[in-house]
């Protein structure tokens, strides 16, 4: 996802701290930091400066001078080597490009910490195993950010979800430098396999992909068919270089047509109802949702989590099975589809 959904909140933070209760009983606040601070890591430390009942003690950015400017705003201590903060943290959000998720989450998780993980969980699945193995091992809450489970139009899918036989979902963005390192499956495409992945819940039989480079020299337009044990069928696309922005998620099940829109967050449902003499006649019902802040809404989930000692809303499980999904679509791209300046 680009920019949309992280842009909420005050942009300064002045927080009042307050003695917390909870049934009557005090409660510490608990201690916050995040491990890069460039474009996302940014707001995920002004998401935890908003929060009450839990103190933003420290930012790290290998780059000091934006630690510092990001620290300043929310009012932290800043450094620039991440180790120098284990210890000092209850719960860590990990923002540092995908390729170092795995060593800064191992440290993190080594030290005690519970850890937020941005989405791709890790760069490979070995790396995800790993830090599940060693969360599990820690007693500690493994959050991976697939932000659009916290999506409204989503949650309100889930409610009315039986059995969905077949899918589809487009997500189109504008063209933005960032992010284009990976291919659109992992960049974009990878947040509707993890709803779809979530709605589904049966094994993946078979995947059939096919993508192209278009502006950079990785697929920046893909398309994937999924087709699940159970018979489900999902066709997934994704391109980052359209003209306007798109997110939409259809679904059909027996007895009715679901469509939802991520990006105006809004639900349809088409549900074929039966009158006296079992005529069937369709009734639709339209629910449209405030824009939500979904970073805020995950962090919030992930804090939760850790308080309660309950498992979290997106798990390490699930941030390792959305990218397994993923990369076998990117490596069917690159046999069904080879750039012409790769080509055998
Ligand atoms: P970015 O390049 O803007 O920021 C990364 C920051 O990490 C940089 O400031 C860099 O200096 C810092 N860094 C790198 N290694 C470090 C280390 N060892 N210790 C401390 N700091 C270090 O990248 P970004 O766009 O913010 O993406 C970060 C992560 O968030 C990626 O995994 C990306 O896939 C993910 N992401 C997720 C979403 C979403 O929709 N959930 C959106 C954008 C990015």
Not at 83 to 98: F, K, Q, R, Y
Not at 173 to 196: C, E, N, Q, Y
Not at 307 to 322: F, Y
Request: glycine content about 6%; some cysteine; proline content about 4%.
């Amino acid at each position: 996802m680009k920019d949309e959904g992280f842009l909420h909140g005050a942009r300064t933070h002045a927080k009042v701290r307050r003695a917390l209760f909870f049934n009557g009983w005090a409660v510490k606040p608990l201690r916050a930091a995040v491990i890069g601070v460039g474009y996302l890591g940014k707001y995920h430390a002004q998401k935890y400066a908003a929060l009450q009942d839990v103190e933003l003690v420290a930012v790290a950015d290998e780059n000091l001078a934006r630690a510092a400017e990001v620290a300043r705003e929310y009012g932290c201590r800043a450094v620039a080597d991440f180790h120098a903060i284990l210890g000092e943290a209850d719960l860590v959000s990990i923002v540092v490009p995908t390729e170092r998720h795995h060593v800064v989450a191992q440290a993190c998780l080594e030290a005690g910490a519970h850890i937020l993980v941005e989405k791709p969980v890790t760069r490979t699945l070995e790396e995800a195993d790993d830090l599940i193995r060693l969360a599990a091992a820690r007693g500690r809450v493994f959050q991976v950010g697939h932000v659009e489970r916290f999506n409204p139009a989503v949650l309100a899918l889930q409610e009315v979800l039986r059995e969905p036989l077949f899918i589809e979902s487009y997500r189109l963005a504008s063209f933005k430098p960032r992010g284009t390192d990976v291919d659109v499956v992992l960049d974009l495409m990878i947040h509707d396999i993890d709803i779809i992945l979530n709605l589904v819940q049966s094994e993946i039989a078979d995947v059939r992909p096919i993508g192209f480079p278009v502006l950079t020299d990785e697929v920046d337009i893909g398309h994937a068919r999924l087709e699940f044990a159970n018979g489900c069928v999902a066709n997934v696309t994704a391109s980052r270089v359209s003209d306007k922005a798109l997110r939409k998620v259809r679904v059909f099940q027996h007895d009715a047509y679901l469509s939802i829109d991520l990006h105006n967050p809004k639900f349809v449902c088409w549900r074929r109802l039966r009158d006296g003499e079992g005529a069937a006649r369709l009734a639709s019902e339209e629910k449209e949702f405030p824009q939500t802040d979904l970073l805020l809404e995950e962090v919030r989930a992930f804090v939760s989590a850790v308080r309660g000692g309950t498992p979290p809303v997106v798990s390490g499980t699930d941030g390792k099975r959305a990218l397994e999904v993923a990369l076998r679509i990117s490596a069917g791209m690159g046999q069904a589809w080879p750039p012409p300046e790769r080509g055998a």
